[in-house]
Structure formats: C-alpha cells, structure tokens
C-alpha cells in the first residue's frame, strides 16, 4: 500500500489525495480478485466436480450435488480474499475481519445445513430408513450448530470470547428448557420409538384421541404426520406416542392374515332339534355328508351304551339345526380359498342377548389389502345369510313396518308373529 501511496504522489498529487486514490485502486484489485476468485471457483472447479460426480458409479455425492452444498461452499473463496486483505486498511482491519468472519461463520452453517439435508437424503434411500429414522436426530444437531453458530456471531459481534456467552447460558436454562420444551420432549420421544420400534413410515396406526387412523407418512423431531383413509392429514406430538395409547396395525401387515370377528345373531326361536326329514335334506350339502353319518354313529352307541330311551326328544343327544348350521359354517371356512388355512379359524356362540344368539366366525383372510379384506367377508356373509333359512335358521333382525303390517294381515307365521306383538306391545 505504502509503495502504491508513493508511485502515485509521483504523479504530483497531495499526500491526502494519493492516500485516497490508492485505497480505491487497491479496493478495485481486491474487488476484481474476488469476482475472479468466483468465477474460478463456480465456473472451473464447480463444473470440474460436478462432471465427475455425475459420472461415478457411486450415488451418495449425487445428493451432496442436488443440495447445493459445494455451491455455498464456494462462497468462501472471496470472503478468504478480503479477510487477508484487511491488513491493506489499517484503520478499518478490524471492521473487515469482523464483517468477514461473520459472512464465513454464516455460509458454514449454510454448507452443515445442506450437508446435514444431504446426509438425510442419502439415508432415506435405504430400507432400514423406514424402520429407524433420523430425521429427527438430525434437526436436533441442526439446533445444535445453529445454537454454536449464534453464540459465535454474536461474541464477533461483542468483541467478546464465545466462553463468555457459554457460561452465561447456565442462568439461562430454565428459559431454555421452556423455550425447547416440545423439541426435548420430541428428542426423547423420537429415541424411544425408534429404540423400541414402536412406529415406523408406512405404518398404519390409530389414535382416536387425535382423530388419527390411517399411514404414517413422516417422522419428523416434534410431529409425526398421518395420512387417514379420508386423504385428510393429522399430525401428531411425537412425545404423545409415548405418553397416549396407540394402535399399530403392522403386526397383521406382516402376519399376512387379516381378522374377521364377526357375529350372525341367531333368532333363538329358530333354535330346533333336527327332524328326520330335515337331516335327509342335510345330507344332500356336501361338506355336511361325512359330518352327519358320523354324529349318527357316535349318538347312536351313546343312546346304546347308555340305554336312552328316546320316546321324548328330550333324552339322550340329538343333532340340532344350529349345531348343524355350525358345523357347515366351519367346514364352509375351511375350504374358502380366501381364509388363512394356518391360523385361527373357529365358529362360536356368544352369549345370548336381546337382539338373538350371536354365532361368532373368528377367522382370517389371508390378503390384508383392505379391499381385498372387505371382499371376501362379504362373500362370505352374503353367502351365510342366503344359505340359513336352509337349516331352518332365522337370522335376527328388529321388526321393521314390513313386519307389523305382515302380522296385522296374518302373513306371518305364529311364532314370528307373536314374537312382533311382543316386541310391539313393549
């Protein structure tokens, strides 16, 4: 600078004078480095990486490219330059290097942030992502560098050690712990789950307390976000599955069989031991046949060995229209080609009620596509209730005005009718 200052009072300029066109002239060179510097670093060395990092075989750095992070890297390059050129301006050394070290701390925390952004990206592409991710660590050590990044700011800003403002922040804790109350608490929550796999993306939960039944779509420091079956979306305080109860459906997703429990209700005035002609009419269903010549046998040297007289229907055992209902239920099940053939698979009464005998099918579907899932039970339902009347079996079901006006008219036969004029006068 000094040598500059000379050559130009050469020129025959006052000494104040030459002093200002000298800075100008140096401030011009350092400007002009700096837009060179620049250019070099986005134009030449930019596109020199770029090329080889699309042309690997590796994947990982393609991210580091998307998000931008050597791009802001690149933005250091003429903040070095007027750092180191500060000593050119005494006067002002100290606002430059000051200025310029706030500039590089700020595109650090931009380069860790895209690189942090970068990191996720590259994590998601693999499989164990869905069961263990990290987004949420990653927004926790974001408020870390931010934090760091802030307290460095400031103490240039100061003139102060970073130390200063380091041990003031434990006065500060409790304003602190209130401050990120939600992001500790989804911190901790996000370490349990994801420890003990209580949920993962792709996981079809419920939680009524929030209105949510439906896949999580996103697991992120403080919510997880839910895509419910209406295409609405719920998000949730990551800390409220930890604290609340939840239902996660992953289990039958994996299982490769979904529940049906569901009950008939059985009209118990149907209920009747089986007249002769009515079990000849049964043999003729053919899952029935093996079942009932087998009965009769067995309740034929039970009336033997135990001398039965059966004068009265009441003695003794004998085959009735709902156990026969039952069983064909249960063989029904057993040879659909949409039930789990390894799982459970029951038929069962219930306890009687006011609305019948529920008759309950226990079994599962082995497609756990809802739609697929919704099929076959109806199929099966459909088919059940076409086939009861069959066995004599009246399903139950509330007079309807149908019913009344059938019964005024004397449609109805006497014990259905009766049954009306009951529930009528009550």
Known sequence: MDLLNEWIADFGMGEQMSLYVANAIM???????????????????????SYYIRNSKVKWDDYLLERKVFHKISHVVPAIIIY???????????????????????????????????????YVTYEISKARPIRGYIQVVKIFVFTIGGILIVSNLIGQSPLILLSGIGALSAVTMLVFKDSILGLVAGVQLTSNDMVRVGDWIEMPKYGADGDVVDISLHTVK???????????PSYALISDSFK??????????????????????????CSPEMI??????????AYIAQKELDIERYHVEHKIDRSSNVNGRALTNIGMFRAYIQSYLRNHPGIHKEMTCMVRQLQPDGTGLPLQIYAFVNDVRWEIFEGVQSDIFDHLLAVAPEFGIRVFQNPSGHDLKSALQGELPERARDRVMVSEAD
């Open 27 to 49: 401030i011009v060179i350092i400007i002009g480095l700096s837009v060179a510097a620049n250019f070099i670093a986005k134009s030449i060395v930019l596109r020199i990486v």
């Open 84 to 122: 180191f050129s500060s000593s050119l301006f005494p006067k002002f050394q100290h606002l430059i290097e000051q200025g310029t070290a706030i500039y590089i701390i700020v595109v650090a925390l931009m380069v860790i942030n895209a690189f942090l952004n970068a990191v996720n990206d590259i």
């Open 226 to 236: 839910v895509q419910n079956w209406d295409k609405t979306y719920t998000t949730i």
């Open 248 to 273: 996660n459906w992953r289990g039958m997703q994996t299982s490769g069989g979904r529940r049906i429990m569901r009950s008939l209700s059985i009209d118990t005035t149907s209920i009747t031991i």
């Open 280 to 289: 000849e009419k049964l043999k003729k269903i053919h899952v029935l046949k």
